[in-house]
Structure formats: C-alpha cells, structure tokens
C-alpha cells in the first residue's frame, strides 16, 4: 500500500511540473521538422506562427482548460487541424487532429 501511494504521489508531482501554464512564451523563431523556420509571435494573449512567406501556420493559439489551443496548418498540403502545444525546454511539441487522426511534430527554437 505505502508502494502505490508514492507510485501515485510521484506521478501526481510529474504532472504539476510539467503542467502547461498560462505564462508559458512560446514567442520566437522555431525550426520545424522540415527546415522553415516560423516566427511565432504573441498579441493580446494570443500567439500565431507565420512561415517565411508570412503565411499563418499557426493561429488562435490560447490558453484554454489549462492547455495551449489553436489551429495548425501545413501550406504545402492544404491541410488545416485542431492543435496543443506543449513547451518542453527547447522543444515545441505539437499535436495536431483532423477528424480520428492525429500526428505529433516537434520544432526547436532558434
């Protein structure tokens, strides 16, 4: 018993310090998986990432239910999903959906 509970102590405290906050900054320049490199800025609470030729990949990025929400686009595609951004260090996880599917990308800050 003494086991499970600081099994479950432990996972609860990984959870808090790793939790998404309102205050994190994602604002800057972040190298995507295939090399563009996407400048992501903040205005009014809010952050959208412009590729280089300016185009919005991602927009309407809030802080909602405790997680980083918004909508992701691939130009190259045409496809356009729901997303969560996770800040890990220099990392930027993004997990997009459409429909049943999802993917995870990961861009590094420059």
């Not at 609860?12 to 996407?38: H, N, P, R, V, Y």
């Not at 045409?78 to 997303?83: E, F, I, L, P």
Request: charged share 25%; glycine share 10%; proline share 2%.
């Amino acid at each position: 018993m003494k086991k499970l509970f600081f099994v479950i102590t432990g996972l609860l405290a990984s959870a808090i310090s790793f939790g998404q906050t309102a205050t994190d900054d994602f604002s800057g320049k972040w190298k995507a998986e295939e090399g563009a490199i996407i400048a992501i800025t903040k205005t009014d609470g809010r952050f959208t990432g412009l590729d280089p030729k300016g185009r919005p990949t991602l927009y309407n990025i809030r802080f909602e239910k405790n997680e980083w929400k918004g909508t992701v686009e691939n130009h190259e595609t045409g496809q356009k999903g729901n997303c969560e951004i996770y800040l890990e260090g220099k990392k930027l996880r993004i997990v997009a959906h459409k429909g049943i599917f999802s993917k995870t990308i990961y861009w590094v800050k420059q």
